[in-house]
């Protein structure tokens, strides 16, 4: 019978095997081999390594203190709030930006401030501070704005601000530039000085909104004079704690140290929080009975940004600062609601643009420059994300919003740097930023073909790409991944940049049937495996095409993550397949 030859997606790199490292760490914590090994493969290596990381405590975070600008902040609000003045939170439309503002919002409020959030719109306004920012703060006559999660790069607009007589504190988390804004605090960890050996002396990885907790943990020590704070303010601040978490998994921050421990902490804190947004948003994301970081990343924070995507982030910010369960019930179902509408854009923006992008891949271009006048801003992140995975390609995505003024967002695969790459045409761009896997950028559309040529002049001087690589931990059989191990892999939660979920390989497996699609936009495909009597259920979002010439019989390898299955009040495994390829490959 004829089999189906399919290459993988991925390089298929193997982190480690068995070795006697991950033999001695199993006998002197009593952890199985197989999640010893994993935990080696992440760079724990020792006894007191393993407890940290099961007991992951708020000691890990810096103090306020520590952090670069923080009395200045401090003493800004504090003469806000002494001289009863109002005060512009300005956020983002993303998880982070959201959060953050939420997060600084409830402490304006507590502080008894009078506090105005403000959310720029994705399409008119653009990331960040902009020329309506003097406007804004002179009609709500407010003497200090609040940044969270943008501001290190608006060196004219805080310039302005400051001739202007209004202070600004900046809580943000990005790279700053060459060129620092003048402005009353700047409080961002990645200015604290180096030691010689280039380390800082705190943990600074983290996301807007957990800057913006640290900030808020200071600011409720001073303000109710209390070092230790009371039994009912240690409440409210690990509330608080709880938008930090959102943020950090949402913006992919690396889930190490004092981001570990705001994650894990807020997890258990958020179902029942006492912001009833954050707690309807936590309780209908849930797919057991605990909180996981899958959760959050996959379907809380989609819920969020899919608001701000579809330029209704005002939606989001009610919901995370709903003060009633009713309320907070009847916005999550329209942020439920938005996050449909959101998918459905998706899809037609991906069939929009994947048919030019597929052509520019097939034509050995080094980077994926895509966009239109139809393109739709709001959702070109997750569309260049796609193209992304798809191609193996660094994708760059945009749409003209305005006439002259096109704006975009790209997506890079690991060994490539999506900010990296734009600060190559920078010449060409209005503006840009971000990281390394993920950028937004600005120009005027009459560049955009030089702008794709030099960026794949920029891709080829720096050695060209290649086929994505995927970190596998370790080979295993069916056997080993029995439902009470995969429970204890669960233990290793949460899972997140820099601690990966365990990814296993499984050679040999056999097709029982032919795979079925489903899902409303028939992008799942759901299969059967078998391989020494075992039969095994598997799962495969976002299917390649390439995918749909499976048939039964078919003798695969597949890598996966070893997942659980809750239906009916039971739990079964479930492999969710990241990358297959026929065995005789």
């Not at 409830?106 to 406007?135: C, E």
């Not at 608080?240 to 950090?248: E, H, P, Q, R, S």
């Not at 579809?310 to 009610?318: E, G, I, P, R, T």
């Not at 439920?336 to 097939?362: F, I, P, W, Y």
Request: aromatic fraction near 6%.
């Amino acid at each position: 019978m004829d089999t189906t030859i399919l290459p993988s997606h991925f390089n298929w790199h193997f982190l480690a095997s068995d070795t006697p490292k991950s033999r001695v760490l199993a006998e002197q914590t009593s952890l199985p081999p197989l999640l010893s090994q994993i935990l080696l493969n992440r760079d724990i290596s020792t006894p007191q390594q393993v407890e940290e990381l099961f007991k992951a405590s708020l000691h890990q975070l810096p103090d306020p203190t520590a952090m670069p600008d923080y009395q200045q902040a401090q003493d800004a609000i504090f003469k806000a709030r002494d001289e009863n003045q109002t005060v512009i939170i300005y956020g983002d439309y993303d998880a982070d930006g959201l959060c953050g503002t939420a997060l600084l919002v409830r402490l304006m409020k507590h502080l008894d401030i009078n506090v105005i959030p403000f959310i720029p719109d994705r399409l008119a306004d653009g990331y960040s501070l902009g020329p309506k920012t003097l406007k804004l703060a002179q009609d709500h006559d407010a003497k200090l704005i609040i940044t969270v999660d943008n501001g290190t790069s608006a060196v004219t607009e805080l310039a302005q601000l400051e001739a202007a007589g209004i202070s600004v504190v900046v809580v943000d988390h990005h790279m700053p530039g060459a060129e620092l804004p003048k402005c009353t605090a700047l409080m961002n960890p990645w200015l604290l000085p180096r030691d010689e050996n280039g380390n800082y002396p705190i943990f600074v990885q983290f996301c807007g909104a957990a800057v913006a907790f640290i900030l808020a943990w200071g600011v409720l020590r001073s303000h109710h004079q209390q070092e230790q704070l009371s039994d009912k303010l240690r409440l409210f601040l690990t509330d608080l704690m709880g938008y930090a978490a959102i943020a950090t998994i949402s913006d992919v921050m690396p889930l190490r140290g004092a981001n570990r421990a705001i994650v894990s902490s807020g997890l258990k804190r958020l179902p029942q929080s006492t912001f009833p947004g954050l707690a309807a948003l936590a309780k209908s994301s849930m797919r057991s009975e605990e909180l996981t970081a899958t959760d959050i990343g996959f379907k809380l924070s989609p819920r969020i940004n899919a608001a701000g995507r579809l330029f209704k982030a005002d939606v989001s910010l009610q919901t995370l600062l709903a003060n009633d369960v009713p309320t907070a019930e009847r916005l999550v179902a329209e942020l439920d609601a938005l996050n449909e509408e959101r998918k459905l854009l998706q899809a037609t923006q991906v069939e929009l643009l994947m048919g030019e992008a597929q052509r520019q891949h097939q034509d050995g271009a080094g980077a994926v420059f895509v966009g239109s006048c139809e393109a739709h801003f709001g959702v070109l992140g997750i569309v260049a994300a796609k193209i992304s995975e798809q191609t193996g390609l660094p994708t760059f995505c945009w749409a003209e919003c305005t006439p002259g003024v096109a704006r975009g967002s790209a997506r890079s695969p690991k060994g490539q740097s999506a900010e990296g790459l734009l600060k190559s045409v920078t010449h060409l761009l209005s503006k840009h930023g971000g990281h390394a896997a993920a950028a937004g950028f600005e120009f005027d559309p009459v560049n955009a073909d030089a702008i794709q040529q030099a960026l794949n002049e920029a891709v080829y001087s720096g050695g060209g790409v290649s086929k994505p690589n995927i970190d596998i931990d370790i080979e295993v059989s069916p056997a080993e991944l029995t439902l009470p191990m995969v429970k204890r892999l669960n233990t290793l939660e949460p899972h997140g940049q820099a601690f990966s979920r365990p990814i296993f390989m499984c050679s040999n497996m056999r097709l029982a049937e032919a795979p079925r699609i489903v899902g409303q936009n028939q992008n799942v495909m759901q299969i059967k495996l078998e391989r020494d009597g075992q039969m095994i259920a598997g799962i495969v979002f976002d299917i390649h095409e390439r995918y749909k010439q499976l048939i039964a019989n078919d003798i695969i390898d597949v890598v996966f993550i070893a997942d659980l299955n809750h239906y009916r009040g039971r739990s079964t495994v479930q492999w969710q397949i990241k990358d297959l390829r026929s065995a005789s490959n």
